[in-house]
Structure formats: C-alpha cells, structure tokens
T-cell receptor, first 112, second 114 residues
Framework: GDSVTQMEGPVTLSEEAFLTINCTYT??????LFWYVQYPGEGLQLLLK?????DKGSNKGFEATYRKETTSFHLEKGSVQVSDSAVYFC???????????FGKGNQVVVIP | ETGVTQTPRHLVMGMTNKKSLKCEQH?????MYWYKQSAKKPLELMFV???????ENNSVPSRFSPECPNSSHLFLHLHTLQPEDSALYLC?????????????FGPGTRLTVT
C-alpha cells in the first residue's frame, strides 16, 4: 500500500544551522505531497505542498522539491530559529481523494 | 488560527463516564475527520465524513461514536473508555481545490482516561 517514510529519531541542531528532514514515499500513482508542522500544544498546520513532479513547495523559509525519480520530498531550511522547534510530518494523497497518508513525524529541537 | 476549533482543549474522564468532543469548522469545507494521536505512534485516522455522511470507519471500537449533524460540526461521543484511549484527538476539515484536498486541523483535545 501507499506509505510515507521519515528518517528515524529527533533532530537537534543549533540556531542558524541548516535543516534537512528526509521523506520518501511508496505509491502506485502520482500523489500530491505535503509537509505539516505541529508546534507544541497545537494541531497540525499545512507548511507546504507540491502536486506534481519537479514542483517546489515553499513557505516560511522552508522548501521541498517533489522528486519522482527518487520518490522523495525532503524538507530543507537554510537557517533555523528556535521558533522552528516542532514536529514535522510528511504526507501524501491522491488526486480526488481526501485521505492523507502520514509519516511518523520528526521532532526538531533548535538550541539557541 | 486555522478556522477549525475544538472543545474542550483538555478532558479528564473516568472509565465509566460519558463525554463528547466537539469540533467546528468555519471554512465552508465539506469533509471532516477525526484523528487519534498517541505518543510514539503514527497519526491514526478514525472517521471521515463527506457531505455529512460517514464514509470511513477505520476499525474503531464502538466506545467511540461520531456524529456529524451538518457540514460545520463534528462530534465524538465517548463512553466506557479505557486508559489506552488517552491521547490527543484531532479534528480536521478539507475541501477539494483542483483535485487536491488540503486538510486543516484544529488544536486538538487532550484526553486523559483515569
């Protein structure tokens, strides 16, 4: 079945460091891909999305490129802030389908 | 503020109690969802309502009973819960835009079953 895999374990880094969170997917077709962020004590918020191959989603300094050849959608930010500390979820859905398949999420902790 | 509100934000209940969680969306969406988020487990989709009809029930125990009286409101009625049901319960809503459904989540209800 369709699934999303995120790298294991929390990510701890210093302020202004470069952040990468890996996301790969297994799908039978051509899904839309999403990154959601969950700040402490809150629900999930849509961070960015890409709906077709080679599309780049971007928001709040975060970027992710839909790579069909490697079935990946890695999240990157060039210079993180303490306020970026949160849990980040990768997800996919299909055209016309309202179901989302989520990865397990990655806790990101940014240290001043 | 995502346009999806949930009440209460925190709930402590005994195993014999009956309570309800409420979700309201102010976005004009036509699909609503209940998710369960437990520590160290993936996000679990519990129920999906589309146009006020339940279209998915992912093998959820009958002690959880959803209700969708209209497209803006969604309830989760709880009774005879177990301690392992303690979790964050998230509500979401969505609307199709060019074939893509973006889900918008509420802040969740933190449920503790004692």
């Amino acid at each position: 079945g369709d699934s999303v895999t995120q790298m294991e374990g929390p990510v701890t880094l210093s302020e202004e460091a470069f952040l990468t969170i890996n996301c790969t997917y297994t799908a039978t077709g051509y899904p839309s891909l999403f990154w959601y962020v969950q700040y402490p004590g809150e629900g999930l918020q849509l961070l960015l999305k890409a709906t077709k191959a080679d599309d780049k989603g971007s928001n709040k300094g975060f970027e992710a490129t839909y790579r069909k050849e490697t079935t990946s959608f890695h999240l990157e930010k060039g210079s993180v802030q303490v306020s970026d500390s949160a849990v980040y979820f990768c997800a996919l859905s299909y055209y016309g389908n309202n179901r989302l398949a989520f990865g397990k999420g990655n806790q990101v902790v940014v240290i001043p | 503020e995502t346009g999806v509100t949930q009440t209460p934000r925190h709930l402590v209940m005994g195993m014999t109690n009956k309570k309800s969680l409420k979700c309201e969306q102010h976005l004009g969406h036509n699909a609503m969802y209940w998710y369960k988020q437990s520590a160290k487990k993936p996000l679990e989709l519990m129920f999906v309502y589309s146009l006020e009809e339940r279209v998915e029930n992912n093998s959820v125990p009958s002690r959880f009973s959803p209700e969708c009286p209209n497209s803006s409101h969604l309830f989760l009625h709880l009774h005879t819960l177990q301690p392992e049901d303690s979790a964050l319960y998230l509500c979401a809503s969505s609307q199709e835009v060019a074939g893509v459904y973006e889900q918008y989540f509420g802040p969740g209800t933190r449920l503790t079953v004692t």
